[in-house]
């Protein structure tokens, strides 16, 4: 595959953060109808388990793909694209299956949506680790590195046991919503979604690269509209929800 000049491949990246300024804009104005927030109006609808997995698997396919296909290897984009892979294997592979949502619908538009999402923020991460990653094997002791890795990872056991913990809320047999207490639940609405967050601004810092900056925007400019959505609909649902729990971020919003 040809390298794209790295001005004009960073001119793409700029415009595609630009688009993710739009989507929080639109986020905040429109709901996406999906969970919780289910509705009809927006077509066709598919499996909400299946959703998940066509919305997810081009973000674990693609990234890994084109880094692979390159034949350029470097032991810290390895070990970043690796990680990149956990997160998504259990996203795509692991998550969809084990929540209990039988006989709830995704509509099939919003899936498509995701893919656009994750097929754009994939293809650019994965090009640039082919293409333009260049590190030492000193990097890895750097404080950029360390600091960012372990945001990671720390968000990642966040996002998945918050994940797990709203899998696990109702008893077996029970239905409907109840309100989460454990953990981060105590003091914020979608720990879940604060954890992804974190993941990927500590990738972005570890990676220190233009499409891990705007991977980082894209998920802040999903996830945060979404946990408010979220925590809205929590407030107006159960009259007894803490009235100082927050919605993404601990002891701000």
């Not at 880094?67 to 692991?94: D, E, F, K, N």
């Not at 995704?106 to 995701?114: E, G, Q």
């Not at 999903?222 to 809205?232: C, D, F, G, K, Y």
Request: aromatic content about 18%.
């Amino acid at each position: 595959m040809r390298m794209m000049d790295e001005y004009i491949f960073n001119t793409w990246v700029l415009v595609w953060i630009g688009i993710a300024f739009m989507a929080f804009i639109a986020s905040r104005l429109i709901t996406a109808p999906y969970g919780r927030h289910s509705s009809k109006k927006w077509g066709r609808s598919i499996p909400n388990k299946w959703g998940w997995v066509i919305m997810e698997i081009p973000a674990l396919v693609l990234t890994p793909l084109l880094y692979i296909y390159s034949g350029q290897y470097h032991l810290v984009a390895t070990i970043m694209v690796s990680l990149w892979v956990v997160h998504y294997v259990h996203r795509t592979l692991v998550f969809p299956f084990q929540i209990k949502t039988k006989g709830k619908m995704m509509p099939l538009a919003i899936a498509l949506m995701a893919v656009v999402f994750n097929g754009g923020n994939g293809i650019l991460n994965g090009y640039w680790f082919a293409h333009y990653a260049d590190y030492s094997v000193d990097y890895l002791y750097s404080p950029r590195f360390v600091i960012g890795a372990s945001l990671f990872l720390i968000g990642l056991v966040i996002n998945i046991q918050s994940d797990y913990r709203l899998i696990h809320l109702r008893k077996p047999g029970e239905t409907g919503y109840k309100i989460p207490n454990q953990g981060l639940f105590k003091y914020i609405s979608c720990p879940n979604h604060f954890g992804e967050i974190m993941e990927w601004l500590g990738f972005a810092i570890a990676v220190a690269s233009l499409p891990a900056w705007s991977f980082f925007v894209w998920s802040a400019a999903n996830l945060i509209p979404r946990a408010l959505s979220h925590h809205q609909w929590y407030q107006k649902t159960f009259e007894d929800y803490p009235r100082n729990r927050k919605a993404i971020f601990p002891g701000l919003f």
